[in-house]
């Protein structure tokens, strides 16, 4: 009850009068530097309001309504350049505000998932990393664990290349929230080491991980971090757009052979708009310096259509995804037979297929309070087989209903926020010799509000939510779990540039459905695995410093965090083996995640720029003290960017320490050192803009293993290879 009060108590603040109702304008045009040639659907955006708009064929933009004060104003051609200005909007008046936008290296990221609108990286109160669609197809992989692997703070899970999933600052699994466009992605990758994602990064607008507990927002599976794949109808781009853009894009690689394109349109009239988009990928079976991996090739493949009206006090707009895949499970042919040696074994692989239906709708300019209400309705039906050889050996079936609606405030001078309600059913089921769990229907809610209030150089983020679990499954007692996430944050400016931001947060995590309920041989996790119905909801309390600089030539970021977390749900062997695997049970015991980031990229000359990065993470049971297992190493990066015009190259030298803090079924990674050099041309014309890009990875041929990886002691990482990108984009 008390956590319920609490909820209300701060929607009756979110929904309080508007302060001012008098506004101001902001308009100017945008042109590339040195040609004075306008640029044509740029986009404009104001923050911290989250007001955005783009400039017409002349280059310019208009914005009004705006409350007065003092924001920033940033002006983004997709990934390629980008400049941000300070702007003080006065009431009545209009500001003008103008651009030259060129090639740079430091772009300004944005991201839409921290807070639920549009805002840069730099004012977001969690630690967010953005990847744009450029830099997307650059690094183009089958799967999300390969694209994210090396970013600060993001390692990979994988049981080869078609099921790597990313490991957020050592969580994995159920703790972290893979989702689309801000709603989850219904399939099953949380569930097994084996399992994978099916979104191909050649389709995204934006690719955001956000780093620590995202459960005020998102849910209690978003304990250790969300990515988000945002594709930008439904998230971010609710307008219309006038006439055609689109993109296509290729890659072509070796050492897998690897091959793939895509490409997509949007078309508007008026308030109406139309897009469609389509890819496909495959690579064959890999090759390391020990030779080729077999049964690791991969396949994806599919297509998006949808509509959409955008009107000045309202929007709707529907979607239809179909995605199909099948990647190679390396090994677990082997494990599937007791691990025996000298014998023939059928190759395992994962044969899948989503239909996935998207429904948005919003009301804006409510009244003086509300600002809009925003309703995302979404149907996911996820299929998979595991197949021997081609023969079926279990089928999985994940059908969800899930539903969203969002009231956000008016956005004042010193107040913005939102609140609203979140809700899902799943129908989840399994046939085969892996149906581990009888068929279990899961319902969840909850109800959530997060506000935001600045005053003078002070920047204050809270917020709360309360969510209610219930699994059915059939056969079995079923249990339901409530629990209440709260949180609070604090940025100020140090310096020209500077900020310090400080997060605390308390959040509740119920245990997934595998953890209650699992039992018998789980190859995907190397186990014999026994769930345990009697577990009890994860509590953490956890903090997380930031101190971070951003200006025309440097760009940097040092984060540290802590989190305390109560009944922490693991597998703790038996010492038992059945079927020739490790029995383990669900088991919890209190456990703490410590660990840092450290980001720097500097202009030492016009030409030439220093890349930096650092990440580490340190996890055990607070009672024994021994490590959680899969806990990624101490790991770096340094790297130079030599840029002269729209040319660039970049070297950069990967480097993970030994993993020495193991668990007691684990066995000690050594340590490494990678070399990879990426080369890219960039064209930029008023409506089109082409980029060619070449990498070389693996310059030395290294034999080197990823610790995160179930059969890293059987299969080392990807040898030498060379990947041609091309992207067109016309707007």
């Given at each position: ?161 078609g099921s790597s999933r990313p490991v957020i600052r050592g969580f994995d699994g159920d703790r972290v929230l893979v989702m689309q466009d801000g709603m989850s992605t219904g399939t099953l990758s949380s569930q097994s080491g084996d399992h994978g994602e099916s979104i191909d990064p050649l389709t995204l607008e934006r690719l955001e991980v956000v780093k620590g507990p995202a459960t005020l927002l998102y849910g209690s599976n978003a304990l250790g971090g969300v990515v988000n794949a945002v594709t930008g109808h439904h998230m971010s781009h609710q307008h219309p757009h006038q006439g055609v853009r689109g993109y296509a894009a290729g890659v072509a690689g070796s050492a897998n052979a690897q091959g793939g394109g895509g490409g997509g349109f949007e078309a508007g009239q008026g308030p109406w ?459």
């Amino acid at each position: 009850m008390k956590e319920g009060l609490t909820l209300v108590g701060l929607c009756a603040f979110l929904s309080g009068p508007v302060l001012s109702q008098n506004t101001g304008t902001l308009k100017g045009k945008v042109s590339l530097a040195g040609q004075a040639e306008p640029i044509h659907g740029a986009t404009i955006m104001v923050t911290p309001l989250g007001r955005h708009t783009e400039t017409g064929d002349d280059g310019s933009y208009e914005l009004s309504g705006l409350p007065p004060g003092s924001y920033t104003v940033n002006a983004h051609l997709h990934s390629f350049t980008d400049e941000a200005k300070a702007v003080t909007i006065s009431a009545g008046e209009i500001a003008e505000v103008n651009f030259e936008l060129q090639i740079t290296v430091l772009r300004q990221q944005i991201t839409v998932t921290a807070s639920g609108r549009e805002q840069t990286v730099f004012e977001a109160f969690q630690t967010v990393a953005s990847l744009e669609s450029v830099d997307l197809v650059k690094q183009s992989h089958t799967s999300l664990g390969e694209v994210l692997e090396n970013q600060p703070g993001v390692a990979k899970r994988s049981f080869g290349p078609g099921s790597s999933r990313p490991v957020i600052r050592g969580f994995d699994g159920d703790r972290v929230l893979v989702m689309q466009d801000g709603m989850s992605t219904g399939t099953l990758s949380s569930q097994s080491g084996d399992h994978g994602e099916s979104i191909d990064p050649l389709t995204l607008e934006r690719l955001e991980v956000v780093k620590g507990p995202a459960t005020l927002l998102y849910g209690s599976n978003a304990l250790g971090g969300v990515v988000n794949a945002v594709t930008g109808h439904h998230m971010s781009h609710q307008h219309p757009h006038q006439g055609v853009r689109g993109y296509a894009a290729g890659v072509a690689g070796s050492a897998n052979a690897q091959g793939g394109g895509g490409g997509g349109f949007e078309a508007g009239q008026g308030p109406w708009m139309i897009w469609g988009s389509g890819s496909g990928q495959r690579t064959g079976d890999y090759e390391t310096p020990e030779g080729v991996v077999e049964d690791s090739r991969t396949r994806l493949a599919n297509a998006t259509a949808g509509f959409g009206w955008y009107g000045d006090r309202g929007f709707v707009d529907a979607s239809y995804r179909y995605e199909d895949g099948r990647y190679g499970v390396p090994f677990a042919g082997e494990f599937e037979a007791g691990g025996g040696e000298g014998e023939d074994h059928a190759d395992v692989s994962l044969d899948f297929n989503r239909h996935n239906a998207r429904f948005s709708g919003g009301l804006l300019s409510l009244n003086n309070a509300l600002a809009a209400l925003r309703l995302a309705l979404n149907y996911s039906d996820w299929q998979h087989r595991e197949l021997e050889g081609e023969e079926v050996g279990t089928t999985f079936s994940n059908k969800q209903v899930a539903y969203r609606v969002t009231f956000e405030q008016a956005p004042t001078r010193h107040f913005s926020g939102s609140f609203g309600i979140q809700g899902a059913h799943r129908d989840y089921k399994t046939v085969g010799a892996e149906a581990l769990t009888p068929p279990v229907n899961q319902n969840n809610f909850a109800a959530f509000a997060l506000e935001e209030v600045g005053v003078e150089r002070w920047r204050l983020q809270f917020g709360g939510r309360v969510e209610h679990n219930a699994y059915s499954p059939v056969g079995l007692p079923g249990r339901g779990f409530t629990g209440f996430s709260g949180g609070a944050g604090i940025q100020t400016p140090l310096w020209k540039g500077g900020a310090f931001v400080a997060n605390y947060t308390h959040a509740f995590r119920s245990p997934a459905l595998e953890e209650l309920y699992n039992y018998g041989p789980h190859i995907g996790n190397l186990t014999f695995e026994i769930g345990n119905p009697d577990l009890e909801g994860e509590r953490s309390n956890g903090v997380d410093l930031a101190l971070r600089h951003q200006s025309r030539r440097v760009r940097a970021e040092l984060n540290f965090f802590y989190y305390d977390i109560s009944n922490f749900v693991f597998l703790s062997p038996t010492g038992e083996v059945e079927d020739g695997l490790r029995v383990a049970a669900y088991s919890q015991a209190n456990s703490r995640f410590t660990g840092t980031e450290a980001g720097f990229e500097a202009g030492l000359h016009e030409m030439i720029w220093l890349n930096l990065g650092l990440d580490y993470v340190n996890a055990e049971l607070k009672a024994s003290g021994e490590p959680l297992p899969r806990i990624p190493p101490l790991r770096g990066r340094a790297g130079l960017e030599f840029r002269r015009g729209s040319f660039s190259v970049k070297p950069e030298v990967l480097m993970a320490s030994a993993q020495d803090r193991i668990y007691s079924t684990e066995t000690r990674t050594p340590g490494y050192a990678v070399v990879n050099v990426e080369a890219s041309y960039t064209l930029v014309r008023q409506h089109t803009a082409h980029i060619f890009g070449f990498s070389l990875f693996n310059l030395g041929n290294r034999l080197y293993r990823n610790h995160l990886s179930f059969i890293k002691d059987l299969a080392p990482e990807i040898g030498r290879g060379v990947r041609l990108t091309y992207t067109l984009r016309f707007f």
